[in-house]
């Protein structure tokens, strides 16, 4: 997790062929190149291919073993591990940025607030239909009897 | 001297004991997420396991440490005594103080805290506070006071905020007091004292999870049908938009705590079949244990005295 950590640090965005890459990884397990092909979901080349997944190996999200020719790739780290430390990386850098230091995280506390609100209309929206849905049932009760 | 000893030997006996048992309960309490237990249970188990420690290091300290050395030391001897006891009957000492001093500060804040907020309250008649022998007060609101909350150990009280008020439809309120009661009948303030006397690091977690716990426990209490499931949810959505971002002191206990999605998702859930599902462990289940345990010591007394004995005679050494 470490060398993850510093290697976002440098680079902490995936390209969105990287990120197919390492989703294809995750649902096998490991995989060679040719294996990544085999299904046919992945419409490049595989020089193209060898490229990226080598790219993630030096990016330190890959472990790889030789395998015949080849070499069969392995990610190294859980999708919830990545995610969590993209976050930390992507706060990190927040609260680096700026001249005065409390701006950044006040925009932090501002989304984190615009999520909560959008969090608390959705709920609110949940609890309304229920509500109705009730109102209607004891409705249709009362006209039955 | 002797008596020095003798205290000396019990603080060290404590101590070890007490910290071994808390390092068992900080990595053993999550095979309980494997039970399947009420809310309330859960929460009475939690809070069985947190304390435990502190409980059994002083039984077993006042049950057999002390008895053993009174009977079974030889008074007449003037026996030397190596570092070990003295140091970590200081350590006990200073765990003892550092409880009492967690306990006095965290209620002399909330009493501070909450004579602030209490400033022009005046009492609030709505039935479910009449049904419960409680005093529930409103208060003027502000920006930093919580919307509804369960205050006070001793003689609690519910505070409900003007905006409460003025918010809640009359149900929801009714089903939010009636939560806030279900907690003051679990007495989950005094629950929350008791775990800062017994510090220990690493047992954040498990005190997260009782709060939890204790949330839908009084969630559960407090519902008894779908529609006041639905008034619950509401009045927590509701309440959740006034929430203030100061924390509030450890002797309460606010209605907007903990996942208020996995509470109001819970809640939106709720059917009475489902809720008589999960076992729930009565109080009368612990006798059987406690008594075979009675037993056991009542029989093997003796030889157990011998047994601590020799114990504290090696840590003297």
């Known amino acids: 997790m470490t060398k993850a950590f510093s290697i976002f640090g440098s680079r902490p965005q995936l390209g969105p062929f990287e990120q197919q890459v390492l989703q294809k990884l995750w649902s096998h397990g490991s995989a060679t190149v040719r294996e990544l092909l085999a299904d046919g979901k992945i419409h490049q080349a595989y020089t193209t291919v060898m490229t990226t997944v080598d790219r993630l190996y030096k990016k330190g999200l890959l472990d790889r073993v030789a395998e015949g020719r080849a070499f069969r790739y392995t990610p190294r780290h859980a999708p919830e591990e990545l995610q969590r430390a993209t976050a930390l990386e992507s706060i990190r850098q927040l609260l680096g940025s700026g001249d005065a230091s409390s701006l950044p995280l006040s925009y932090l506390v501002e989304a984190l607030s615009t999520h909560d609100a959008q969090l608390l209309d959705e709920l609110q929206l949940l609890v309304e239909r229920k509500r109705r849905e009730l109102q209607s049932r004891e409705k249709k009760g009362r006209e039955e009897r | 001297m002797f008596a020095l000893r003798g205290i000396a030997v019990s603080l060290t006996f404590f101590f070890l004991l007490y910290c071994l048992l808390s390092a068992l309960v900080a990595v053993a309490w999550r095979s309980l997420r494997w039970l399947h237990a009420t809310e309330q249970s859960l929460a009475g188990l939690l809070f069985a396991l947190r304390v435990l420690p502190l409980a059994a290091s002083v039984v077993i300290t006042f049950v057999f440490v002390v008895p053993s050395f009174q009977l079974l030391e030889p008074r007449s001897i003037d026996e030397g005594m190596g570092i070990m006891p003295p140091a970590l009957g200081i350590c006990a000492l200073l765990l003892i103080a550092c409880g009492c001093f967690r306990v006095i500060a965290a209620q002399t804040t909330t009493s501070r805290v909450v004579a602030r907020w209490l400033e022009g309250a005046h009492p609030l008649n709505v039935d479910a506070a009449d049904q419960a022998d409680t005093q529930t007060v409103t208060f003027r609101s502000r920006r930093e006071t919580p919307p509804l909350t369960l205050v006070g150990v001793s003689k ?49 977690k498990l005190e997260s999870a009782w709060s939890q716990t204790a949330e839908l426990a009084a969630d559960d209490a407090a519902v008894s049908n779908l529609d006041d499931a639905v008034d619950l949810a509401a009045a927590l959505v509701k309440l959740s938009r006034l929430v203030p971002v100061e924390a509030a002191p450890v002797c309460t206990v606010g209605f907007v705590t903990g996942s208020i999605s996995a509470r109001v998702a819970r809640l939106l859930a709720w059917d009475e079949a489902g809720k008589a599902q999960p076992m729930r462990i009565r109080a009368w289940c612990v006798i059987p244990p406690v008594v075979v345990v009675l037993l056991c010591v009542f029989v093997t007394y003796g030889p157990a005295l011998a047994l601590t004995h020799e114990v504290t005679e090696w840590l003297v050494r």
């Open chain 2, 156 to 204: 609690p009280r519910v505070l409900v905020s003007e905006s409460t008020v003025a918010l809640l439809s009359h149900d929801e309120l009714h089903i939010a007091l009636k939560h806030e009661l279900a907690h003051m009948q679990s007495r989950d303030n005094l629950k929350k004292l008791a775990f800062r006397f017994c510090p220990f690091p690493g047992m954040a």
